[in-house]
Structures are given as C-alpha cells and as structure tokens.
C-alpha cells in the first residue's frame, strides 16, 4: 500500500471509531459493518450481550465502569494473557478502557496498564470511566499503535482486542511492540485471520469492511512470518472454529465466515 492509501485507512478508521466514542448509543461491535443486525439503538445490555458472545465472563462485564464497554473486538485478550499482579499491561487500541479496566484488576495495586488510542474522543471516554470507575492503576494515552507512547523495555505484556487487523502497517505494529517489551515479555491478542482468499469485493471495500475488521485482516502463516521478523519466539496463532457463529452476522449473506474467523496470537520476546 503507498503512503496515502495507509493515511487513508487510519482516517477512515479513525473516523468510524470517533463516531461510537461520541454516540450515546452506539452501533454494537467495532467489527460489524453498520448494514449487520447491530442497531443505533442498541443499549449496555446489548453490548453485555455482544461482549458474552466473545467469551467475556458475568463477573467481568459486571466489573467495568458503565460505559467502558462498547461491545467492541472478536475474543476476550487479558482472559488468555496470564496476567500477575504487579505486572505493566499494554493494551493496544484501548477503545473506552474495557479490557484494561479487567486487566488492572489482575495486575492489582502495583501494576500499572496502559491503554493507547489513535482517537481523541476513545481516549477522553477511557479516562472518564476511569475516574467513574475509581481505577488508579490505568494510563490512557494517544497516539498510534505502529508507533506507541510508551519507553523501550517497559511492558510485561501485550494485549489487543481485534485492533491489529485494522492497521495498514502491521509489521510494523509488531517491531514496536517487540521494542517496547522486557526481555521475557509476552503478547497475547484476540484478532481476525483469514481462512481463504477474501473475493476483490471484500478485500477492496475500504469503507465499510477495513474499519469493520474485515478485508485488512491477514492469513495464519502472515501473522507467523510477521511476529517472527519482529524477532518473537514461542509463536502461536490459534484460529477458533467456535467464533463463525457470531462473524457470521457480520456481513449478512455475504458467508463472511468461510474466509475469516477469530484467532488467539501468542508470542514471547526472548
């Protein structure tokens, strides 16, 4: 891609991303084109609902501040993350703090999470929460996760909640978090892969079905080669059969599910 079809993806998902921040009530999952089942009106049990589906726990959705979840993402990260108190998280692409807000649970009072955003209106909502929330422990931050806010050798663990995908430089979201990483550090992620070639129509649609965690998703074996370069050892990219059931109604009458599904991506820096 050159240089202005990226600056063109970033807005574009910056724009759609702007809009569910802001939106009172919003259009259910980030990774649902706006033509899917999910409405403008739905409402916090509807994203609870959403959110149940990708593997969240009662106890976790009953834990976040109102309005931390937005019903965003494709899987449950810091459920696979083996998170440990005391710990430093990265969550990249933090949307309204949800899965930080359950990660700083985890990490307790001596941990710290950070959570970085590309949209100012994600970031405002995120710390909003967290003063409603009374969360000391999270630090939301913008900025861009091909180029992260956060100093070299500093983070235990990565997590990233279908966000990935989104990003036209996905190599280089990797270096970044390779750099930002101890020695030892871990990423475990929840995001989109495809199972076959995505047909012109769905790999083209810049619009609706890039910022809808669709056509810029990558293979298993892409992924693979991707964490590898960024110098990652102990690498895994688990696709799971069980999330066509909701991918499905993504983009209806469309089989999205025959090319795409939700995959747990595990890796360690030595």
């Known amino acids: 891609m050159s240089k202005l079809t990226n600056d063109e993806i970033r807005q ?32 916090p049990s509807d994203f609870n609902s959403i959110s149940s589906r990708l593997g969240y726990s009662d106890d976790e959705l009953n834990a976040a501040p109102e309005g931390a979840n937005l019903g965003l993402g494709c899987g449950n990260p810091q459920a696979i993350a083996s998170l440990k108190a005391g710990e430093v998280v990265l969550d990249l692409g933090s949307g309204g703090g949800f899965d930080c807000f359950l990660a700083s649970r985890q990490v307790g009072d001596t941990g710290k999470v950070i959570g970085v955003d590309m949209t100012p209106e994600m970031v405002s909502r995120a710390r909003s929460n967290a003063v409603k929330g009374h969360f000391k422990n999270t630090d939301f931050r913008l900025g861009e996760i091909e180029h992260l806010p956060v100093a070299d050798h500093t983070v235990d663990a990565i997590i990233s909640n279908c966000v990935v995908n989104l990003s036209p430089d996905k190599q280089q979201v990797f270096h970044d978090s390779f750099r930002v ?90």
Request: negative net charge; glycine residues 6%.
């Open 12 to 43: 574009n998902v910056r724009s759609r991303y702007k809009q569910i921040a802001v939106a009172e009530m919003n259009a259910g999952s980030c990774c649902q084109p706006d033509n899917s089942q999910a409405s403008c009106c739905s409402t």
């Open 181 to 270: 990483l101890k020695s030892g550090g871990r990423l475990a992620i929840s995001d989109i892969v495809t199972t076959a070639d995505l047909p012109p129509e769905i790999k083209n649609d810049l619009d609706e079905l890039y910022s809808g965690c669709i056509s810029g998703a990558s293979s298993v074996s892409e992924i693979e080669a991707m964490l590898s370069q960024s110098g990652f050892t102990n690498i895994s990219v688990e696709p799971k059969d069980e999330s066509k059931a909701f991918i499905k109604d993504w983009v209806q009458g469309s089989n999205i599910e025959d090319y795409i599904v939700s995959a747990v991506i595990q890796a360690t820096k030595p």
